[in-house]
């Protein structure tokens, strides 16, 4: 099998070996070869937590999507629909129409950071960005506090496909995403894995990195040992043919469409199903300034609801879906006002985002914004108190606090509340 392997936006090969080491260190049961994928499926299951974020990268226009304003002047060409829940949503989200019992659209997101990487970073960490400290992001936070959960887990535990994440801020790069295309292939590192001269050279250098490392009682030394061991287990490991999307049935992989996203929402269920505490699979080109109604209709719309559709339905069916939370999001909404090139703006005062999943309700529509759109009309949320509540439904304690390296302390999720009618 021949893998490409990538490393994270501002992951040199230097934090890459660095994050193999950290996981070594994370992961304190002794690792094995040879388990095969599903072997250890049904174990890795029992009350093991995941969480999928669908992210959204450029402001998806939330008043076309989840919050429709029929009849008002901002309201736009498109139409609201039934669902199986107790909410409407966009006549061109039919699939993910029939899923709403299990999601839940909480309407009255009211944020303050309407620039494309301020708010990218706010809605990744529950913080606004601060030149004296890094803040890691919540799939670093979630895969940190999950990962004990499941001691035979051999693959990275935060997984982004499509697009890199936020990093991990001051818990370091152990805890970084391991970024993947939608095909599950990681580019700059090819590894033959099917080659047994491979094998035979880096067993014939562990030995030697092990003995060296006790002749010497180096720290140095033993540390480099645990990142030969920690890349010779990735590399060997047969879970990773969790990343192997091709191996689906062909009907399976339409289901969810052959674009980018719908094979990243696939991987993301194989992932998750592996045991991977976080998996963000992005989809980007939601900055519509211009032409936005056809924009969603041809395109991003179809394309959206037939993966969120599918990957839903399948984390059910599979009964995956009470221990993996779906978080759907962007970094802003876009403005109730279309300007004159048939677009919507930049918008964070009152928009949507999605969750459902773990132990969320779901159907329900949480919040309300007035009849045109323009402010939020009950209780606003933030990101912090999105994450806190994803947290919640998780089953991860908001109580704990992490020290930063400067000495600050910072709690989970940014200290935010939970949004209690999600609970």
Same mark, same amino acid.
């Given at each position: 099998m021949?893998?490409n ?9 230097r ?6 080491a950290g ?5 304190t049961?002794s690792?094995t070869?040879g388990n095969?994928?599903?072997a250890?499926? /049904?174990?890795l299951?029992k009350?093991?937590?995941s969480?999928i974020?669908?992210?959204?990268g450029?402001?998806?226009a939330?008043?076309?999507i989840w919050?429709?304003?029929p009849g008002? $002047?901002?309201g736009?060409?498109?139409r609201?629909?039934s669902?199986?829940g ?5 006549e061109?989200m039919p699939m993910?129409?029939q899923?709403?019992h ?8 009211s944020?303050?950071? $309407?620039?494309h990487?301020?708010?990218r970073?706010?809605m ?6 601060n030149?004296n400290i890094?803040?890691?992001?919540y799939?670093?936070?979630i895969a940190? =506090?999950t ?5 035979e887990?051999?693959?990275p535990?935060f997984?982004?496909i499509?697009?890199?994440?936020a990093?991990p801020?001051f818990?370091?790069? $152990?805890w970084?995403p ?7 292939r990681?580019r700059?590192l090819?590894m033959?894995?099917e080659d047994s ?5 880096m067993?014939?250098l562990e030995?030697i990195?092990t ?7 180096d720290?140095p030394a ?5 990142v030969?061991?920690?890349?010779f *287990?990735l590399m060997t490991s047969?879970?990773?043919? $969790?990343?192997?999307v091709?191996? =689906?049935?062909?009907?399976v ?5 052959t674009d980018?996203?719908g094979?990243?929402c696939?991987?993301?269920?194989r992932l998750v199903?592996?045991g ?5 699979? *992005? ?8 032409g936005i ?5 041809d ?5 959206l609801?037939?993966a969120?559709?599918?990957l839903?339905? *399948?984390?059910e ?8 939370v779906?978080?759907?999001?962007g970094?802003f909404?876009?403005?109730?006002r279309?300007?004159?090139n048939a677009g919507? *703006?930049?918008?964070?005062?009152a928009w949507?985002?999605v969750?459902?999943g773990?132990d969320?309700?779901?159907?329900l529509?949480?919040?309300a914004?007035?009849s045109?759109?323009t402010?939020?009309d009950t =209780?606003p949320?933030?990101?912090?108190d999105l ?5 919640k439904g998780l089953?991860i304690s908001? /109580?704990?606090?992490?020290?930063s390296k400067?000495?600050?302390?910072m709690k ?7 949004i209690?009618?999600?609970?």
């Amino acid at each position: 099998m021949t893998m490409n392997w990538q490393t994270p936006a501002g992951m040199t090969r230097r934090h890459f070996m660095q994050h193999l080491a950290g996981s070594s260190a994370a992961v304190t049961a002794s690792m094995t070869m040879g388990n095969a994928i599903y072997a250890n499926a /049904e174990e890795l299951k029992k009350n093991h937590k995941s969480a999928i974020l669908l992210w959204m990268g450029g402001g998806p226009a939330t008043i076309d999507i989840w919050d429709l304003k029929p009849g008002a $002047a901002t309201g736009g060409p498109f139409r609201p629909i039934s669902t199986s829940g107790d909410l409407q949503i966009c006549e061109h989200m039919p699939m993910v129409a029939q899923q709403m019992h299990n999601l839940s659209v909480v309407r009255s997101m009211s944020t303050r950071e $309407a620039d494309h990487n301020r708010g990218r970073y706010y809605m990744h960490t529950g913080y606004v960005p601060n030149p004296n400290i890094e803040h890691p992001s919540y799939g670093s936070v979630i895969a940190h =506090e999950t990962l004990e959960q499941r001691p035979e887990l051999e693959i990275p535990p935060f997984v982004s496909i499509g697009g890199a994440s936020a990093g991990p801020g001051f818990l370091g790069m $152990a805890w970084a995403p391991f970024s993947v295309t939608s095909n599950g292939r990681i580019r700059n590192l090819e590894m033959k894995l099917e080659d047994s001269r491979l094998r035979e050279r880096m067993y014939a250098l562990e030995m030697i990195e092990t003995g060296f490392a006790k002749r010497t009682r180096d720290v140095p030394a033993y540390e480099h040992a645990k990142v030969l061991k920690k890349t010779f *287990d990735l590399m060997t490991s047969s879970q990773m043919e $969790a990343f192997r999307v091709e191996k =689906e049935p062909e009907e399976v992989k339409e289901r969810y469409g052959t674009d980018g996203f719908g094979q990243g929402c696939l991987l993301a269920r194989r992932l998750v199903e592996a045991g991977v505490p976080f998996v963000e699979v *992005d989809l980007g080109g939601w900055d519509n300034h211009n032409g936005i109604h056809t924009i969603l209709k041809d395109n991003k719309l179809p394309q959206l609801d037939r993966a969120m559709s599918a990957l839903v339905e *399948d984390l059910e069916q599979r009964e995956l879906l009470k221990d993996t939370v779906v978080i759907w999001m962007g970094e802003f909404g876009r403005t109730p006002r279309i300007n004159q090139n048939a677009g919507r *703006d930049h918008f964070a005062r009152a928009w949507s985002c999605v969750v459902g999943g773990g132990d969320l309700k779901g159907g329900l529509a949480v919040g309300a914004t007035n009849s045109d759109g323009t402010a939020v009309d009950t =209780e606003p949320f933030s990101s912090e108190d999105l994450m806190t509540t994803v947290c919640k439904g998780l089953g991860i304690s908001t /109580e704990k606090t992490f020290t930063s390296k400067n000495g600050r302390p910072m709690k989970i999720a940014g200290g935010g509340k939970i949004i209690s009618e999600l609970v």
